[in-house]
Nanobody
């Protein structure tokens, strides 16, 4: 399994932007589906976005579609989540996760066996 490390979190005012990065160890990074999830206090973990291993398919949660963009740089073994037009309701701990199965349900956290430690994003109004 790859090891995942998130970075790029922080505090920003509503309407601002942040770019999160998920850096992975291992030489087979390009074979992994990478997903982003978030969890706010008292709430369940929520799907944010996912990117297929081939990079040809992207998936977004309804609450972030049109504002967030996922991308990957296989040469750097890193997946990015560009977050624009941030809202206070985007405040959460953001996690990246990986899996090798590149089909089926990309939206369920239970389908991803490998997780990073998370990075905090706080959006103030």
């Amino acid at each position: 399994q790859v090891q995942l490390v998130e970075s790029g979190g922080g505090s920003v005012q509503a309407g601002g932007s942040l770019r999160l990065a998920c850096a992975a160890s291992g030489r087979t990074f390009s074979r992994y589906v990478i997903g982003w999830f978030r969890q706010a206090p008292g709430l369940e973990r929520e799907f944010v976005s996912a990117l297929s291993s081939a990079g040809g398919y992207v998936y977004y949660g309804d609450s972030v579609r049109g504002r967030f963009t996922i991308s990957r740089d296989n040469a750097k073994s890193t997946v990015y989540l560009q977050m624009n037009s941030l809202k206070p309701e985007d405040t959460a701990i953001y996690y990246c996760a990986s899996r090798t199965v590149d089909n089926g349900n990309y939206y369920a956290a239970t389908e991803y066996p490998n997780w990073g430690q998370g990075t905090q994003v706080t959006v103030s109004s």
